[in-house]
């Protein structure tokens, strides 16, 4: 696990999502840090992390949780699994949840229509083994599906990804591995904190129905949306830093 702090203020964790690094964040981190002191995390495997070979969802919260203070934590993606698993296994570091472009569970079914084909991450899987680069490059594809500016920001996660050198593959592994298991929908009534759900009005990895009922489903929460793909922050950083802002000036003390 890598954790770097930047700026000064409230404490929040930010979590990348799969195959990224805190690098991800740049236009997000520099709207940020006037307001709050940034706890920017490479997951293990990732980024400057990569010493570590595995990577387990709820492992990964609970050493967040134990080196970071009591914190507003923001999740994208995979980091949304991340955070949201701390929030409801070590409620008391967290001091409220927000999930950016995240889902309580990200594969279709047939009582949730709010995610991908169930063999989407099964086969990234496979392709990983095959040819690395390809398979993670047809993600990023896949991420900046629906946004206007889809080229350009597929050109800059291009850059972006391997800034910090490759991801363990084994890692990469476990991440589709949590993104395909995980099924937190009934859990979301636990929630201690308040939350808020921002999602992509263009989606295609996690809808916006995905967003709009699990604000629904948790105690104190609200949704927000964007014109974007799987990455907000990319085209609105100031906009969803001053929704950051507003929401932890609502947070209990």
């Given at each position: 696990?890598?954790i ?23 236009p ?15 997951l293990p495997?990732?980024?400057?992390a990569r010493?570590?070979v ?8 609970r ?7 009591r914190?507003?934590w ?19 570091r ?12 990200f ?5 949730w ?15 990983l083994?095959?040819?690395y ?11 900046t ?5 889809a ?6 996660l ?12 084994e890692a990469?592994c ?8 995980n099924?937190l ?20 990895l996690?809808p ?5 009922w ?5 105690p ?6 964007f ?16 929704a ?10």
């Open positions: 696990m890598h770097e702090i930047h700026g000064e203020g409230p404490d929040l964790v930010l979590i990348h999502g799969w195959a990224m690094h805190g690098g991800i964040f740049a997000l981190l520099d709207a940020l840090a006037p307001h709050f002191r940034v706890h920017l995390v490479d495997g990732h980024g400057l010493g570590e595995r990577f387990d969802v709820a492992d990964s919260a050493r967040i949780a134990a080196a970071t203070p914190a507003l923001v999740g994208w993606s995979l980091g949304g699994l991340v955070a949201l698993r701390a929030a409801l296994d070590v409620p008391a967290v001091r409220g949840l927000v999930m950016l472009a995240s889902s309580p569970r594969v279709a079914a047939p009582d229509p709010h995610g991908v084909a169930a063999t989407v991450f099964g086969e990234f899987a496979d392709e083994h095959a040819r680069r390809h398979a993670i490059e047809r993600f990023l594809a896949l991420e599906l629906g946004s206007p500016h080229q350009a920001q597929l050109r800059e291009r850059q972006i990804v391997f800034a910090r050198g490759e991801p363990r593959l990469l476990d991440g589709l591995a949590a993104l395909d298991a099924d929908r009934d859990a979301l009534g636990r929630l201690a904190m308040p939350s808020l759900w921002i999602g992509g009005r263009r989606d295609r996690v916006p129905g995905a967003v709009q699990a604000a629904g489903h948790a104190h929460a609200r949704a927000l949306e014109n974007s793909g799987h990455a907000p922050f990319l085209e609105f950083a100031p906009a969803i830093a001053d950051l802002v507003a929401f932890a000036a609502e947070l209990p003390a």
